[in-house]
Antibody
Framework: EVQLVESGGGLVKPGGSLRLSCAASGFTFSDYSINWVRQAPGKGLEWVSSISSRSTYIYYADSVKGRFTISRDNAKNSVYLQMNSLRAEDTAVYYCARFTTSSWFDYWGQGTLVTVSS | DIQLTQSPSFLSASVGDRVTVTCRATQGISSYLAWFQQKPGKAPKLLIYAASTLQSGVPSRFSGSGSGTEFTLTISSLQPEDFATYYC?????????FGQGTKVDIK
């Protein structure tokens, strides 16, 4: 069974840091790009970042560029999102989702909540 | 960046109704468009990819059409479990933008 499980969310003060993890199982992890998508409370979906299967290609939304860093460890079937200089507007549920050109965003994790507040 | 605009943002419908949601892109994206369904507190669920391909396990009452800049999601006969929010997403280029969402509510 394909599973993506996010962890690492929590309450952090503005300017603080947090590292999210996305642990994958049930598929050949190294064949897939992984994306982070977030959803602020009561708002729509916002794509955040993407990392290709071998970490060759990395992309960020302008809203997080320079503050967030995506990485992956194929030996551990995991992707990470290091979030620095957090702002109130980064408060959201963060989802990871897998992607290939044949599977698109077909599996998502359950999400992890990040709250940035003093 | 490519912007996606969904219309309407909100619609009320009854069980059995035919429902259509439109997604317009600010520039051509060929068929690189997906549709998702999201229910409160849950992760989005992929319904349609490549503009018109039904994801495995998704009921055939859902269909997608379009290419270029205008796309449509149609639910042929709305069922109680279909009341949810629907999003389009373009995968033609980065950033992978989403539409603002269309909430389908019970009339």
């Amino acid at each position: 069974e394909v599973q993506l499980v996010e962890s690492g969310g929590g309450l952090v003060k503005p300017g603080g840091s947090l590292r999210l993890s996305c642990a994958a199982s049930g598929f050949t992890f190294s064949d897939y790009s992984i994306n982070w998508v977030r959803q602020a409370p009561g708002k729509g979906l916002e794509w955040v970042s993407s990392i290709s299967s071998r970490s060759t290609y990395i992309y960020y939304a302008d809203s997080v560029k320079g503050r967030f860093t995506i990485s992956r460890d194929n030996a551990k079937n995991s992707v990470y999102l290091q979030m620095n200089s957090l702002r109130a507007e980064d408060t959201a549920v963060y989802y990871c989702a897998r992607f290939t050109t044949s599977s698109w965003f077909d599996y998502w994790g359950q999400g992890t909540l990040v709250t940035v507040s003093s | 960046d490519i912007q996606l605009t969904q219309s309407p943002s909100f619609l009320s419908a009854s069980v059995g109704d035919r429902v259509t949601v439109t997604c317009r892109a600010t520039q051509g994206i060929s068929s690189y468009l997906a549709w998702f369904q999201q229910k409160p507190g849950k992760a989005p669920k992929l319904l349609i990819y490549a503009a018109s391909t039904l994801q495995s396990g998704v009921p055939s009452r859902f269909s997608g059409s379009g290419s270029g800049t205008e796309f449509t999601l149609t639910i042929s006969s709305l069922q109680p479990e279909d009341f949810a929010t629907y999003y389009c997403q373009q995968l033609n280029s980065y950033p992978r933008t989403f539409g603002q969402g269309t909430k389908v509510d019970i009339k």
